[in-house]
């Protein structure tokens, strides 16, 4: 071959390679402009690595989108889905059920489309109407210091009312009921047993100083300081949960968890599709594929969140942890936070004046 027709036939070679990388290059662009992305408001931390590495994945494979956590509090994420009211910035939204009964009333959630998954779930995870729907269920009961009470020979608590015994004075932690679920679920529950609802708090109120009040060692703003607490011996009991307690318990922190014989509340994080939000039946798609048995399973093996759906099969290391909670579900009460919200301004700002005055 002449050096001219070697120069062409190289010349042509090189055109066929560029065009083929330019077709490849153009659909790859058509494939990446096609692939959709939603946006999930929810925790940070644990819960967010949780479910971008174990959750998400499975969904964005089969439909062919990505999915980007918006990390905030329960607050965090109720602010920005409020500014954004008209024009949603993000598409499901994860919070705490009081908060997430508020952000339905104020016409951020889109109701749940209809699905049989929806029939595999504890009935107190609904919310009204179906707008929202808990993914991660807890409840309240008793933390206790299992090395003090050893110590004292003490039987573990079995009772709120165990919160007022005299042999716990000045060992009690208790969570502000003005700035904590878990402290005002606790005051709550020593409401309902003094003869209140959670409209009328007034027996509660009457009773606290003289009964569990006397106890109280030191009401904390955040529950990261009862760990603190109970290494350095301060804690005997505090309000908690057992998702808690397990954390508690990995970090070689001696502590358990006890139900109490009244009930503990139910607490749970709750997901809501935004309304109005720009892909609604993705959106849905996605609420409905977290509610799943698979889903689920994988947030409990690698999150530690406990399922709503009822037919959640565990693994061998997490299933003892799972039948134990449904025993605990057995007995949980559910709050109206309806009308807790409605009256928690009033019931934040006697809180502050009588009780941690």
């Not at 024009?87 to 919070?95: A, I, W």
């Not at 007022?164 to 932690?173: F, L, M, T």
């Not at 939000?277 to 977290?290: F, I, R």
């Not at 039948?323 to 579900?329: L, S």
Request: glycine share 8%.
């Amino acid at each position: 071959m002449s050096g001219q027709h070697h120069f062409n036939a190289t010349r042509r070679h090189a055109g066929l390679l560029l065009a083929g990388a330019t077709l490849l290059a153009a659909c790859s662009g058509t494939a990446l402009a096609q692939q959709k992305t939603l946006y999930v408001g929810m925790n940070g931390g644990d819960m967010e690595r949780a479910f971008t590495q174990h959750v998400f994945p499975d969904f964005e494979k089969a439909n062919d989108v990505k999915v980007v956590v918006v990390p905030g509090t329960s607050a965090d994420i109720l602010a920005k889905a409020q500014a954004y009211k008209e024009k949603p910035q993000m598409h499901v939204m994860f919070l705490d059920d009081g908060v997430m009964v508020r952000a339905a009333s104020m016409g951020l959630c889109q109701k749940m489309a209809p699905s049989p998954v929806l029939d595999q779930l504890y009935p107190t995870s609904r919310l009204k109407d179906d707008m929202a729907v808990g993914i991660d269920m807890g409840m309240t009961g008793i933390g206790y210091n299992t090395k003090m009470f050893e110590e004292k020979g003490w039987a573990p608590p079995t009772s709120w009312m165990d919160f007022a015994d005299p042999k716990y004075k000045g060992k009690v932690v208790f969570q502000s009921a003005a700035s904590s679920t878990f402290g005002l679920h606790g005051f709550l529950m020593f409401n309902r047993i003094e003869g209140g609802d959670d409209k009328n708090t007034d027996p509660g109120f009457k009773k606290w100083q003289d009964t569990i009040g006397k106890n109280v060692l030191e009401y904390i703003s955040n529950s990261a300081k009862v760990a603190e607490m109970v290494q350095t011996n301060e804690a005997a009991i505090f309000p908690l949960t057992p998702t808690a307690i397990g954390r508690l318990q990995k970090r070689g922190i001696p502590v358990a968890y006890a139900q109490p014989k009244e009930g503990s509340v139910i607490l749970m994080v709750a997901e809501c599709v935004i309304a109005n939000n720009t892909e609604p039946d993705l959106s849905q798609k996605l609420a409905h594929y977290l509610l799943s048995p698979e889903a689920q399973a994988k947030a409990l093996e690698y999150g530690n969140h406990f399922p709503s759906n009822t037919k959640v099969t565990a693994s061998d290391t997490m299933k003892p942890y799972l039948d134990q909670f449904q025993g605990y579900m057995k007995t949980a009460k559910v709050l109206d936070w309806d009308v807790i919200n409605s009256t928690r301004q009033a019931l934040n700002t006697r809180w502050n004046r009588t009780v941690e005055q």
